[in-house]
């Protein structure tokens, strides 16, 4: 009642104020209208329709919606030369934005992030144009430079010639945004793909100060213990896909001495296991803490670094932690390997920083770095050793010592041509990983070990037929190219100490290697638990997800 006497009364002149007001992001900022759309939403419509073709005209809907509202209000600053400047802004990030994450969205499968800023500066400039020219395909460069010459020259063209609607257009144009919001009100979870969601998240992008700070001391149960395994230690490995192992059955012979460890029994190769993700810092995040893939989707899941990691909980059966890592330290929000270092007992961090921080020492260094301090360690205390590989990291040729350039380009005759050094080089480092994690078990040998080695992501290495040429990171929306992304190989080690102290779990991992099982690396924490004799951690069986189950 009380709206419909406003209405009734409401001045025929207010009408039409408010009616002027609504069509001027049509009658008198169209051009900013347009170039918005486009360049700031087409990204995400593009991969929303991906997934979805429905999705796709929802979310056009939605980022209609929004770029109108986004005109609108940018009308109402004052004075003109201020609101100018704002629209200048906010377009020109916009185009950056769009070349960037168009390329991303669709040659990656995913907007860009700290992963795509590694993947191209782990290179160097030479290197970084052959992989780039590799990865961009030709017409993705046109269409963006296509789309930035077309709004020059509508601006260009705006500068003498009125290009805003009439207002018969304008009422049509604001009917059909009106139509729009009340789509979009019907399917409000859209906005979730859309550019404010991203925003919002940016915005909300929060790293923590340490994960010490966020400890939550879970409650652990142990089944005896007197029964910790003094060592425990876990190689990470970088980039590893399980199809180039010869130790998952790869016609060449690129692990030859981790082969020659599994016949004598100490060694054992775990098949169908998976990464969380095809990229590094998302895998990283699952693999060392209790947070899970499920909680991606669940609004009310603690967040990552508010679960117990991996070293929270070593730390709480009392082991003393260390991490050695030839990566660069860099900071916190470029790595969040460093965070994990950081809560460790002691830290070391082998890889220059700056410029050649991938570029620098090979893997052995590792060895060579943590060799006498291994040899120190107290028998009477509990160890947890983690390794941090730079293994297979693009670029290829980059990871491994001469000596280890078997492979060549005429090993592989049978692929193409352009694929050929990129493969050789490929196994090349994985030969060298072999040698690099048989010198790291060898310094345990003769101790109550138990090892596990496991990359953080595989890589597609031109498996995808859908993609034929492409080398490098799974495709989070490219189901093939995500899967071969995240095939990676699984590695446990148990030294002839553990294997005497703990022949039950032993006889656990060979049956596990004998019989297969699906399982992801999301859940190594309980796989960890279970080698060491965890019985429960928050009243939870660690048995449930642990493979060996
Ligand atoms: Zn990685």
Same mark, same amino acid.
């Given at each position: 009642m009380f709206f419909y006497a406003i209405f009734t009364h409401m001045p025929k002149i207010a009408y039409h104020k408010i009616g002027d007001i609504l069509l001027r992001p049509f009658r008198e900022n169209f051009l900013f209208f347009m170039a918005l759309f486009i360049l700031a939403t087409c990204p995400f419509i593009i991969k929303a329709s991906i997934s979805h073709l429905i999705n796709g005209a929802l979310l056009t809907?939605?980022?209609? #919606?929004?770029?109108y509202l986004v005109t609108l209000a940018i009308g109402f600053i004052q004075p003109k030369f201020l609101r100018k400047l704002i629209q200048g802004l906010i377009i020109g990030l916009s185009l950056v934005d769009f070349g960037i994450n168009l390329y991303c969205v669709i040659r990656l499968g995913y907007f860009f992030d700290a992963d795509v800023v590694r993947l191209v500066l782990g290179t160097n400039s030479i290197e970084a144009r052959e992989f780039l020219s590799s990865m961009i395909p030709l017409w993705i460069v046109l269409v963006v430079a296509g789309v930035y010459l077309f709004f020059f020259a509508l601006w260009q063209y705006s500068l003498r010639h009125n290009i805003n609607l009439g207002k018969k257009a304008s009422i049509t144009a604001t009917g059909i945004v009106v139509l729009c919001a009340a789509v979009n009100a019907y399917s409000w979870r859209i906005w979730g793909e859309g550019p404010i969601h991203r925003l919002v998240e940016l915005c909300n992008y929060s790293v923590p100060e340490s994960l010490k700070s966020?400890?939550?001391?879970?409650?652990?149960?142990?089944? @005896?213990? $007197? +029964?910790?395994?003094? %060592? #425990? =230690?876990?190689? *990470?490995? !970088?980039?590893?896909?399980?199809?180039?192992?010869?130790?998952?059955? /790869?016609?060449?012979?690129?692990?030859?001495?981790? !082969?020659a460890k599994r016949d004598s029994s100490t060694l054992f190769a775990l @098949?169908?296991? @998976?990464?969380?993700a095809p990229t590094t810092i998302e895998s990283l995040k699952h693999m060392l803490t209790i947070y899970s893939k499920a909680d991606d989707n669940n609004p009310n899941a603690k967040k990552w670094f508010e679960r117990p990691s991996i070293i929270e909980i070593m730390q709480e059966c009392g082991y003393l932690t260390y991490w050695f890592s030839n990566n660069a330290k860099g900071s916190r929000y470029t790595g969040i390997a460093t965070m994990f270092a950081d809560a460790? %007992?002691?830290?070391?961090?082998?890889?220059?920083?700056?410029?050649?921080?991938?570029? #620098? %020492?090979?893997?052995? *260094?590792? =060895?060579?770095?943590?060799? &006498?301090? *291994?040899?120190?360690? @107290?028998?009477? &205390?509990?160890?947890? *050793? #983690?390794?941090?590989?730079?293994?297979?990291? /693009? $670029?290829? $040729? +980059?990871?491994? =010592?001469?000596?280890?350039?078997?492979?060549? !380009?005429q090993d592989y005759m049978d692929q193409p041509q352009d694929h050929r050094t990129t493969l050789a080089t490929y196994d090349n480092s994985i030969l060298y990983n072999d040698y690099v994690v048989e010198q790291i078990i060898n310094m345990f040998k003769d101790t109550e070990t138990i090892l596990i080695y496991v990359p953080d992501h595989g890589q597609v290495m031109y498996r995808n037929p859908n993609n034929p040429d492409y080398f490098a990171h799974g495709n989070n929306q490219d189901p093939m190219s995500y899967a071969y992304g995240v095939e990676i190989p699984f590695i446990i080690y148990a030294s002839p100490l553990f294997q005497q102290k703990h022949p039950d779990t032993v006889e656990r991992i060979k049956y596990r290697q004998n019989h297969p099982k699906a399982w992801n690396s999301d859940d190594l924490p309980y796989l960890i638990m279970d080698l060491i004799g965890v019985k429960t951690i928050e009243g939870k069986d660690i048995k449930e997800k642990s493979i060996l189950n």
């Amino acid at each position: 009642m009380f709206f419909y006497a406003i209405f009734t009364h409401m001045p025929k002149i207010a009408y039409h104020k408010i009616g002027d007001i609504l069509l001027r992001p049509f009658r008198e900022n169209f051009l900013f209208f347009m170039a918005l759309f486009i360049l700031a939403t087409c990204p995400f419509i593009i991969k929303a329709s991906i997934s979805h073709l429905i999705n796709g005209a929802l979310l056009t809907a939605h980022c209609l #919606v929004v770029t109108y509202l986004v005109t609108l209000a940018i009308g109402f600053i004052q004075p003109k030369f201020l609101r100018k400047l704002i629209q200048g802004l906010i377009i020109g990030l916009s185009l950056v934005d769009f070349g960037i994450n168009l390329y991303c969205v669709i040659r990656l499968g995913y907007f860009f992030d700290a992963d795509v800023v590694r993947l191209v500066l782990g290179t160097n400039s030479i290197e970084a144009r052959e992989f780039l020219s590799s990865m961009i395909p030709l017409w993705i460069v046109l269409v963006v430079a296509g789309v930035y010459l077309f709004f020059f020259a509508l601006w260009q063209y705006s500068l003498r010639h009125n290009i805003n609607l009439g207002k018969k257009a304008s009422i049509t144009a604001t009917g059909i945004v009106v139509l729009c919001a009340a789509v979009n009100a019907y399917s409000w979870r859209i906005w979730g793909e859309g550019p404010i969601h991203r925003l919002v998240e940016l915005c909300n992008y929060s790293v923590p100060e340490s994960l010490k700070s966020h400890y939550c001391h879970p409650d652990i149960a142990l089944q @005896d213990n $007197n +029964q910790l395994p003094s %060592h #425990v =230690v876990l190689i *990470i490995g !970088e980039s590893f896909a399980r199809f180039h192992s010869s130790l998952y059955g /790869y016609e060449k012979k690129t692990n030859p001495l981790l !082969e020659a460890k599994r016949d004598s029994s100490t060694l054992f190769a775990l @098949d169908s296991i @998976d990464s969380p993700a095809p990229t590094t810092i998302e895998s990283l995040k699952h693999m060392l803490t209790i947070y899970s893939k499920a909680d991606d989707n669940n609004p009310n899941a603690k967040k990552w670094f508010e679960r117990p990691s991996i070293i929270e909980i070593m730390q709480e059966c009392g082991y003393l932690t260390y991490w050695f890592s030839n990566n660069a330290k860099g900071s916190r929000y470029t790595g969040i390997a460093t965070m994990f270092a950081d809560a460790c %007992h002691q830290r070391w961090f082998l890889q220059q920083e700056g410029a050649l921080r991938y570029n #620098v %020492h090979k893997d052995m *260094i590792l =060895v060579d770095s943590s060799s &006498q301090h *291994i040899r120190q360690t @107290d028998p009477m &205390q509990h160890h947890f *050793i #983690v390794y941090h590989m730079m293994g297979s990291h /693009y $670029n290829y $040729n +980059q990871r491994y =010592v001469d000596e280890f350039a078997q492979f060549t !380009e005429q090993d592989y005759m049978d692929q193409p041509q352009d694929h050929r050094t990129t493969l050789a080089t490929y196994d090349n480092s994985i030969l060298y990983n072999d040698y690099v994690v048989e010198q790291i078990i060898n310094m345990f040998k003769d101790t109550e070990t138990i090892l596990i080695y496991v990359p953080d992501h595989g890589q597609v290495m031109y498996r995808n037929p859908n993609n034929p040429d492409y080398f490098a990171h799974g495709n989070n929306q490219d189901p093939m190219s995500y899967a071969y992304g995240v095939e990676i190989p699984f590695i446990i080690y148990a030294s002839p100490l553990f294997q005497q102290k703990h022949p039950d779990t032993v006889e656990r991992i060979k049956y596990r290697q004998n019989h297969p099982k699906a399982w992801n690396s999301d859940d190594l924490p309980y796989l960890i638990m279970d080698l060491i004799g965890v019985k429960t951690i928050e009243g939870k069986d660690i048995k449930e997800k642990s493979i060996l189950n």
